[in-house]
């Protein structure tokens, strides 16, 4: 099993940033993928990015540019640092822990982020 524990949401302006970590614990694998999605009520839950144990980084195409993903592999835990956020960013924030072929995933308890004047 592997635990995650979320942290850094809450309200913040158009235009501002926030940063949130994800630290794992538990049966860590040798070469994971740790990541964050986002849902929406009525939505699907989506991918904001990822990044490998390796470095290799994926984001989705509406938060390129704004958000960047980092990671520090001594602490198991991954960062999403978010700026310039728009209304639109908002929603609830989920860190994803997978093996890199994606066989075992583990999934956090969520965090709120809202972005409003």
């Known amino acids: 099993q592997v635990q995650l524990v979320e942290s850094g949401g809450g309200l913040v302006q158009p235009g501002g940033s926030l940063r949130l970590s994800c630290a794992a614990s538990?049966?860590?694998?040798?070469?994971?993928?740790m990541g964050w999605y986002r849902q929406t009520p009525g939505k699907q839950r989506e991918l904001v990015a990822t990044?490998?144990?390796?470095?290799?980084?994926l984001y989705a195409d509406s938060v390129k540019g704004r958000f960047t993903i980092s990671r520090d592999n001594a602490k198991n835990t991954v960062y999403l640092q978010m700026n310039s956020l728009k209304p639109e960013d908002t929603a609830v924030y989920y860190c994803r822990y997978s093996d890199y072929v994606g066989s075992y995933t583990y999934w956090g308890q969520g965090i709120q982020v809202t972005v409003s004047s």
């Open positions: 990044k490998s144990f390796g470095g290799n980084a």
């Open positions: 538990g049966s860590i694998f040798s070469i994971d993928v």
